[in-house]
């Protein structure tokens, strides 16, 4: 019975162990980015086309954009997406993600009031 007990506590912590590998870490991240035109929250353009392109990347759960700081905030699990990529996403729909700059590509594709000038 004793050698029952022992292989039953074994078979729980590995399977215990799986499980705990098996789960996806969840972290947040905080981009900064810059939208050209000041009538963003009205036009309906940088919002959504932000926060569409970056829910769509694997392993984004939610994205979501303050336009008065210009930061979005992304939910994201650890072991499908990081940071560089989310951002690297961000700027080639044109717009700047942190020290990422926006690819002109992605320029391109914006409204013409979006477009920033330098």
């Given at each position: 019975m004793k050698e029952f007990k022992n292989i039953a506590i074994a078979i729980l912590l590995v399977f215990a162990?799986?499980?705990?590998?098996?789960q996806?870490?969840?972290?947040?991240?905080?981009?900064?980015?810059?939208?050209?035109?000041?009538?963003?929250?009205?036009?309906?353009?940088c919002q959504p086309?932000?926060?569409?392109?970056?829910?769509?990347?694997?392993g984004v759960k939610t994205a979501?954009?303050?336009?008065a700081s210009q930061v979005v905030t992304?939910?994201?699990?650890?072991t499908?997406?990081?940071?560089?990529i989310l951002r690297e996403s961000l700027s080639n729909?044109?717009?700047?993600a942190d020290g990422?700059?926006?690819?002109?590509?992605?320029?391109a594709q914006l409204d013409e009031c979006c477009i920033k000038v330098n």
């Open positions: 162990g799986f499980t705990a590998s098996a996806k870490k969840v972290e947040t991240v905080q981009i900064k980015t810059n939208i050209a035109c000041d009538h963003c929250a009205i036009c309906g353009t086309l932000i926060e569409t392109t970056l829910i769509a990347e694997k979501k954009l303050d336009v992304v939910v994201y699990k650890t499908k997406t990081n940071p560089d729909a044109g717009y700047d990422t700059k926006a690819k002109e590509t992605g320029v």
